[in-house]
């Protein structure tokens, strides 16, 4: 029907609401108004549902093309319960807004938040979103992008990126993160954390489909739009977090990922061009879309934000500009060997490698995600310095025990060569391409073969000539990037590739990251299926490096778990077995071509105990080399273990074969090589003989035997000889029989003589071998030979001769030589005679075998013979069928004469390895390194077996010092012998260093591991010992012997091997760094040198470690066994003896009499044991001083050893001291609560004492504190006093270093102050009494009352701080330890409150902060984090002792080198050469990561530095002879070095403009220096030294003082810093720094920056406060004219500082003369004088003296004088109201009449005034007075001055005042007579005038007194003062001389003649005295 006819809209209904729509549809158009009707939609709907569907979708085909929009709203407005169709429309319709429709954004807007959407509809907008998108194959781009505006528009983007499909989220989530609104690497680690490996499949699949090259495919087609392709920065942040997750999935994923990870760099460099000669047409140039980006052209430090480099990049600490946070992952620090011990709790056998684990987590830095690898070298570190490069395998070679390759995911190869980096020239890339040309050449061109390049290789990779090394570098580099084209290379072509491949690796061509990836590849190219082509490759590559496999032994079990492994082709079946027995580190028994060198044997392949049945060895399959069956016998002592994927325990040692291993005939070996070459048999030759060995049975005997006669000729005969015995023979004893049968059926007579002349060069090789106790091989093999030679001779009737083999000298010699030897002689002589059982001739009885057998029996009968060499014997006789009592033995072996014509068999004795006693080591005398230099010794040590048994101890316990690393200095032994160090003796440096360092990696994991382990042990048996043993001192002392041996015994064996790898490693970094490249030859020299001085120290070091553990295990065994010692103390206490009931009666009934333990004293016998523990500490020289059981007895170590017996003294001390007191208290006030308050604390001391826990020590300090906390005034006084003292006696004994320790009772005293009860907590006297008594963390304590103010809100706080700062830092009695730092913040908030609430400020806040801010003026800024702050936290910091362990250590190393460098010649000008090399020191120990260990290394610097000045300077006192020059520059030495460290810190932290950094720095150090004066002066009191204080000081300010622009630009800051520092350290805060602070201030340089240079006079007010600081601690002194000699140089120095400053800057006292007055006493009268003399230097004083001088006539005299100084500051302000309004008003009457007790604030006399006050007020109306007398227009004179409100109050004080008072009132006024201008004019008037009007005379006499006073000191003298006297004298109106006071004494008279003669002339005095006289 036609919508005109008839429409829905027409006729009531609910319509659609559209009016929020921007475009509303045409209203004319019925056909689409017909749609408005909601009830149509609906109806529609529901038609749907009931089997409409098809034709109601066709219905709505019209809306959805004409009014969509419309629709939509529709379809959202109905609530309707049919949703199938609504919701495919809704999906349908979403589209046409995502595209640009008018309404679109309207219409998203509504369906996603309008009212009453149900979630569903969300998810609709969602679904069709990501349909619109991946809709047809292109995934269009802009859709995407429209997608994201559209979901940052509606606010949705999160809940997006939580939605599905996978695929369209993560290519949203790639687009986000380009635009920056999401950080993709977090969101992809939380998806894959919740979905797993679904997700992580979509990621994979996401980036095959956007950049295809990826999997080692094409690159894209040139013309993919750049919106398709994919940002190298979100490709590297994705594959980042792949990799991470690779090993959570399937194979097949992870192998995925993992080619994408390496296919990576291909994608992101540029496609290269093959060598030549490969491809018969050259290839395709491929191209990547990621051309241009390489990882390296990334900005390192902007690309670690997004590669996530080894953890967060964002570092937390707050750190200084200019050393970037992201460095610290940068220059991680040398991992901790800590890693290569395993855990002792759960040793995780069930990995490979346990304690290492994957290969990128051995190397630092490589677990940094796929690009992060080589950034090291590419920072230049923010100090400006060159970048610190640092090897990035370097600090853990030695633990690699072979490259992991699948985990080892390589980046860019430029990271794999940073050499290589620079793009060769043309010329380099034609020469190695030549090269490669010519491998490919078929003749005639030129050809070379692989071997000849690979040749050339290696001579060009150790070139000098750069241009060699360069084509070496582009060859590589070039073959490495061709790696992924290989696949297309021709069969032959890829052939020679592949064996030019593996002879890189073969000959070390390269290394590290770069070996790693070689390894890679060929590993991949193995896994290749079995018979494709880069299979092949693989092959060939690794048949060429095959001997290098043994190195790589988690290499070869890579290549063991390929599938197809065992189809690796058949001529490659070596290959197999060395891989093999690569797993196990070694080479295959017989290395089929060339001689019998290599150690190992086939038999190893199995375990050779593996107890199968004895008897015939099976036939084995041909082929099969190794399979040997060997059987057991009784006479294999030790099984051999495999040591398949398992390392040696260390985790150090690489190709060490285990020592504890039955037979390995590596001595054998080693002798063979030494002597004649044999003529070899070809390899085929060999490999018969050995499969004919290998099937020999007893059934093919004569077959074999054929065959051997067959393949052998007559002159391999003596190889199969050798072969026979060394390979056969000595290691398969199970088969003597069998081989010897062989011997016979050759019926060779000579092959049996070379067998056993053979068998004798063997045996005697064994013989003469280092016989070690731990060699068991060597032992077996020699028994095996014993019962071989017995078989060959003795059985056959042929005897032993005499000229081959002595057997009686034999055992002769090894009695003689002792247990070692004679371990291996007689078991072998036993098995030789075992053989004569089956002789005719040989058997018992005969005289030849009887005489062994009696030797034998009279070896058995010595006492000390090992009991299994007397069971051999025993043995032998039973085989023998004899009875060992039935023989006779001699006394061959007391024989002395035999034993001189004794010819030796064994080896020689060994020499001791001392040197002798007359060339001592020479030690040279440097102050930093005292190396001890050895001579060579002829040291028979130096073979090359270092597994063998322990060395001879060279140190006994107490020569080794360990509380420092510098304690190995002395005893460092250098041979000069050595070539290297001959060449190169600037080397000898390396040594130390490298010693220390290995210790100091190995020292902390070693010793805890040690002690673990032995404590267990030691305190069982010690408990079980002593259990019945009364006396705790006897169970302590052998507790300590014994912990000691057992911690020195653990720590030996567990650090040896790796210590001797370490030193050796560290000196070869060493030597290489120094000599920069050094030739092969040089390489050899130091690979020598290294291991020798390595050997030499190996020693020393261990014993460091030994003797650092044993000291540390001491006070952990007295922990251990507190409550066994405390129980025997208890027990005596209460008068009885302790015995452990259990003890006993186990003892009692299950022991035996002989052993059973008896109460009392242990047994002397077993005593003995434990004396024997103390006699021979493993590793030492034994003692036989037991006086001194441990060095720790002896010597405590400086750590908190909480041994029971201190702490319970101190307690013990403590209670008597209460109980003391409690006596002393009066009965009378025995029920106080106070009183009794002290008797509970009594009773909680006790239980404290009982119990001896921290829990019960905690509880103790929170009932001292809360107790004094709670003590308001009490009833009685004394109490009161007695009662605070109680419970500070127990807060101090705590506090005690031998109980808990200043540290933890301060913070715990702290945190209870800060949590207690609001009631007591603002107790202000017991806190000040805390913090006097130096009870409370400050730091922590300011923080907290800071916080607690509420910024001025909350009142009991602030009025509680105010007081507190009142009473510490305002007060006179001023607590000396407390500085303003300490309370930096609570001043700081108070600050704020005075000033934002100024109105309303709590009573007395304004003028307390006024007196605070007059205190500390110079503390200019008080900025959060400005220098003020950094210097505040510096001093607190200084006091901070827990540093991280190891700390100081690295600290005192890092001091020791910059000492050296900085005086080194080569340290460059200003040392700038040496700094650079420092800082990249300083990165790679980490000490540049935070703030906090910046802080904490200066302060270990300075207490360092300081500490060395004070053992000088005792030096001295000791030696007075030493000239005190001399230990000075001692001092200098390192204290110079450490300055100028600090100068070039300042000069180069941050940017060269950025300024804060640099000033931050500075105030920071100079925070610590002070903080660490502050503390030394504390503690030492009048031992305190001011000299290395002084001297950093001074030569900062000069350092920062020198003319170089970057300090120019900081000078006022730097001076400023040096101002607040001088300030804090004020004489009357360090007063024994006095004299160094006067120098300091008085400085020339200082002076002239402060008063000179400083433009704007800025540095005057900061110099001005020192003065007055310096005043005021004269003050006192000056006052009570106390002036001893110190005091007396103090003054003079002070005179002569204000003499310069008089003659050179006269204006800066002139402007602050007032300041300065206020604060010298009244009685100072020249040094006042000194000040007020002062004039501007370009005003011309007029001669006082001219008659009828006019002074009102003077130029100057109406110019008012500057005066600096806020002086009204000091008047309260209802004071100052009233002085105003008098002034103006004359009201308040009262005002004159309460003057002087306004003035007054005492009644002792001296101080009954406020000189402050008066002196403001007299200036005050002064100048009042003369800007109203200018006002009225006239100048100051007699006339003007009078009758006016000021001169009232001159009057009414003059009239008013008492003595002290009007004196102190005129010398104010006197302070004001100085050189012409408007003050001194007024008040000399006003002198004059209340001279003229007083209305006593005695108000005129203390006026004369006051000028006269001034007058009569040596000059000089102020002009004002001068003309006022003269005036007053000569001026007959003021009747001077007519005056009593004048005449009262002939002295006096003579006096006013003197000085009137001078004033006046002589004749003009006369004529006045006598006029007034006459008058």
Known sequence: MSPEVFCFADYPCHTVAIDILKAPPEDDNKEIATWK???????????????????????????????PDMLVLALLQISTSWHTLRHELISTLMPIFLGNHPNSAIILHYAWHGQGQSPSIRQLIMHSMAEWYMRGEHYDQAKLSRILDVAQDLKSLSMLLNATPFAFVIDLAALASRREYLKLDKW??????????????????????????????????????????????????????????????????????????????????????????????????????????????????????????????????????????????????????????????????????????????????????????????????????????????????????????????????????????????????????????????????????????????????????????????????????????????????????????????????????????????????????????????????????????????????????????????????????????????????????????????????????????????????????????????????????????????????????????????????????????????????????AFIFNNLSQSNMTQKVEELKETVKEEFMPWVSQYLVMKRVSIEPNFHSLYSNFLDTLKNPDFGKMVLSETYRNIRVLLTSDKAAANFSDRSLLKNLGHWLGMITLAKNKPILYTDLEVKSLLLEAYVKGQQELLYVVPFVAKVLESSLRSVVFRPQNPWTMAIMNVLAELHQEHDLKLNLKFEIEVLCKNLSLDINDLKPGTLLKDKEKLKSLEEQLSAPKKEAKPPEEMLPIVTTGDFLPFAVA?????????????????????????????????LAPHININI??????????????????????????????????????????????????????????????????????????????????????????????????????????????????ARIAQDNCELACCFIQKTAVEKAGPEMDKRLATEFELRKHARQEGRRYCDPVVLTYQAERMPEQIRLKVGGVDPKQLAVYEEFARNVPGFLPSNDLSQPTGFLAQPMKQQAWATDDVAQIYDKCMAD???????????????????????????????????????????????????????????????????????????????????????????????????????????????????????????????????????????????????????????????????????????????????????????????????????????????????????????????????????????????????????????????????????????????????????????????????????????????????????????????????????????????????????????????????????????????????????????????????????????QTLTAFCNTFHILRPTKAPGFVYAWLELISHRIFIARMLAHTPQQKGWPMYAQLLIDLFKYLAPFLRNVELNKPMQILYKGTLRVLLVLLHDFPEFLCDYHYGFCDVIPPNCIQLRNLILSAFPRNMRLPDPFTPNLKVDMLSEINIAPRILTNFTGVMPSQFKKDLDSYLKTRSPVTFLSELRSNLQVSNEPGNRYNIQLINALVLYVGTQAIAHIHNKGSTPSMSTITHSAHMDIFQNLAVDLDTEGRYLFLNAIANQLRYPNSHTHYFSCTMLYLFAEANTEAIQEQITRVLLERLIVNRPHPWGLLITFIELIKNPAFKFWSHDFVHCAPEIEKLFQSVAQCCMGQKQAQQVMEGTGAS
């Open 977 to 1090: 012998n050595i070539p290297l160090l001959q060449a190169h003796p600037q080397l000898k440096q390396c040594v130390r260093q490298s010693v220390e360092r290995a210790v100091q990696e190995l020292v902390h994991p070693v010793v805890d591991r040690s002690i673990k382990i032995a404590m267990t042990t030691c305190e069982q048996i010690v408990r079980k010992d002593f259990a019945l043993d009364s006396e705790e001192s006897r169970m302590r002392v052998a507790a300590h012997h014994m912990m000691r041996n057992l911690t020195a015994g653990m720590a030996m064996i567990t650090c040896r091997e790796p210590l001797l790898m370490s030193i050796a490693t560290n000196l070869k970094n060493s030597f290489a760094a120094a000599l920069r490249a050094p030739t092969p030859q040089q390489r050899e020299m130091m690979e020598e040198a290294a």
């Open 1218 to 1612: 209460l109980e003391q007191h409690l006596h002393a208290i009066p009965p009378a006030l025995a029920l106080n609560p106070q009183t009794q308050a002290l008797r509970s604390l009594l009773e909680a001391v006790a239980l404290a004492r009982n119990s001896r826990d921290g829990i019960a020590a905690l509880g103790l300090l929170q009932k001292a504190v809360e107790g004094l906390l709670d003590a308001t005034s009490g009833a009685d006084a004394d109490l009161l006093l007695r009662y605070r003292e109680c419970h500070l006696l127990v807060l101090k004994a705590l506090q005690d270093g031998r109980a808990y320790g200043p540290q933890w009772c301060n913070k715990q005293i702290t945190r209870c102050l800060i949590e207690c009860r609001d009631e007591y907590k603002y107790n202000v006297e017991a806190v000040e009494l805390l913090i006097r008594n130096h009870l409370v963390n400050m730091q922590q304590y300011d923080l907290h009352l800071a916080q607690s103010m509420e910024n001025g809100l909350h009142y009991m706080a602030v009025a509680f701080a105010m007081q507190l700062v009142k009473l510490l830092l305002v007060d006179e009695r001023s607590v000396g330890h407390i500085t303003e730092a300490d309370l930096f913040h609570t001043i700081e908030t108070l600050m704020r409150t005075s000033a934002h609430s100024r109105a309303n400020a709590p009573e007395g806040l304004p003028q307390l902060m006024d007196v605070v801010r007059s205190n500390y003026e110079a503390m200019i800024d008080r900025a959060h984090g400005g220098p003020n702050f950094m210097m505040h936290s510096g001093i607190s910091q200084a006091s901070e002792y827990d540093d991280p362990p190891g700390l100081r250590e690295k600290a005192e190393y890092l001091l020791r080198e910059w000492v050296n460098l900085y005086h080194s010649a080569a340290a460059g000008r200003d040392s700038t050469k040496a700094f650079s090399a420092f800082v990249g020191q300083m990165h790679q120990q980490g000490i540049l990561k935070t703030d906090d260990l910046i802080t904490r290394f200066f302060r270990l610097c300075t207490e360092m530095c300081v500490e060395i000045s004070y053992r000088a300077q005792a030096e001295q006192q000791h030696n007075p002879a030493a000239s005190a020059a001399i230990i000075r520059a001692k001092c200098y030495h390192n204290l110079d070095a450490f300055v100028r460290l600090i100068a070039l810190l300042v000069k180069h932290s941050g940017e060269a403009t950025n300024t804060v950094t640099k000033i931050n720095l500075l105030n920071k150090v100079l925070g610590i220096v002070v903080g660490v004066l502050i503390q030394d002066h504390d503690v030492r009191q009048t031992e305190f030294q001011q000299l290395p204080y002084h001297r950093i000081f001074i030569m900062l300010l000069l350092e920062l003082n020198a003319p170089e622009h970057v300090l120019e630009t900081i000078n006022f």
């Open 188 to 689: 992809l680690t939380d998806k894959i954390r919740e979905h797993g490996e679904p997700f992580i499949l979509a990621c994979v699949t996401f980036l095959k489909r956007r950049c295809p090259s990826i999997m080692g495919g094409l690159a894209p087609d040139k013309d993919q739009p750049k919106s398709a392709q994919l940002p190298p920065e979100t490709l590297a942040t994705m594959l980042a977090c792949l990799q991470s997750c690779a090993g959570s999935v399937s194979q097949e994923l992870s192998e995925t990922i993992l080619t994408m990870v390496a296919n990576c760099s291909n994608v992101m460099n540029k496609a290269r061009q093959p060598p030549p000669g490969v491809m018969p047409k050259g290839r395709a140039p491929s191209t990547s879309s990621l051309d241009a980006i390489s990882p390296v052209q990334i900005d390192p430090l902007s690309a670690m934000g997004s590669l996530n480099l080894g953890g967060s990049t964002t570092s937390h600490t707050q750190n200084m500009q200019g050393f970037p946070s992201s460095l610290s992952s940068a220059f991680s620090n040398p991992q901790s060997p800590a890693k290569a011990f395993p855990p002792l709790t759960n040793p995780n056998p069930s990995t490979p490698f346990g304690g290492i684990g994957s290969l990128s987590s051995q190397l630092p830095g490589m677990d940094s995600g796929p690009l992060g690898s080589g950034i090291g070298s590419s920072i230049g570190s923010g100090l400006g310095m060159p970048a610190v490069t640092s090897d990035p395998f370097g600090t853990r070679k030695m633990s690699t025990p072979g490259l992991n390759p699948p985990t080892f995911q390589q980046t860019d190869l430029s990271q794999v060569w940073p050499e290589a980096n620079q793009h060769f020239s043309k010329e380099i890339d034609d020469e190695a391409n030549s090269y490669f040309q010519r491998i490919y050449n078929h003749p005639p061109h030129p050809t070379m073969s692989v071997d000849e390049v690979l040749e050339m290789l290696q001579r060009f990779k150790d070139s000098t000539i750069k241009r060699e090394r360069e084509v070496f570098n582009c060859m590589l580099r070039n073959l490495f990037e061709e790696y992924r084209f290989f696949p297309q290379y021709p069969d032959k072509e890829l052939h020679i590739t592949a064996c030019l491949f593996g002879g890189i690796i073969e000959k070390g061509l390269v290394t590290y990251m770069a070996l790693g990836l070689a390894l890679r590849y060929v590993l991949e190219a193995l896994r290749k299926p079995f018979g494709s082509k880069m299979y092949y490759f693989g092959i060939a590559a690794l048949d060429r490096f095959k001997n290098r496999l043994k190195d790589y032994p988690q290499y070869c079990q890579h290549l063991a778990s390929i599938g197809h492994f065992l189809q690796f082709p058949h001529h490659l079946q070596e290959c197999v077995q060395y891989i093999e027995y690569g797993q196990q580190s070694r080479d295959p028994p017989v290395k089929l071509q060339g001689s019998i060198t290599t150690p190992g044997s086939l038999a190893l392949a199995q375990v050779q105990a593996q107890s199968q049945q004895p008897g015939v060895p099976k036939a084995p399959q041909p082929g099969q080399a190794s399979t040997l069956v060997t059987t057991t016998t009784a006479t294999t002592t030790v099984a051999k273990t495999t040591t398949i994927a398992r390392p040696t325990p260390s985790g150090f040692k690489k190709d060490v074969p285990p020592s504890i291993n039955t037979t390995n005939i590596d001595t054998l070996l080693v002798a063979t090589d030494q002597t004649e070459r044999i003529v070899e048999p070809p390899e085929n030759v060999q490999e018969k003989i």
């Open 935 to 967: 001579p060579s010794t002829p040291a028979a040590t130096t073979t090359a077996c270092t597994t063998t048994g322990p060395p001879t101890p060279q140190f006994s316990y107490h020569d080794i010092n360990v509380y420092a690393l510098a304690g």
């Open 37 to 67: 009707s909601l009830d149509l939609v609906e109806s529609l709907l529901r038609l749907s549902e009931v089997g409409q569907y098809e034709p109601v979708k066709q219905l709505f085909s019209f809306p959805i093309k004409h009014c």
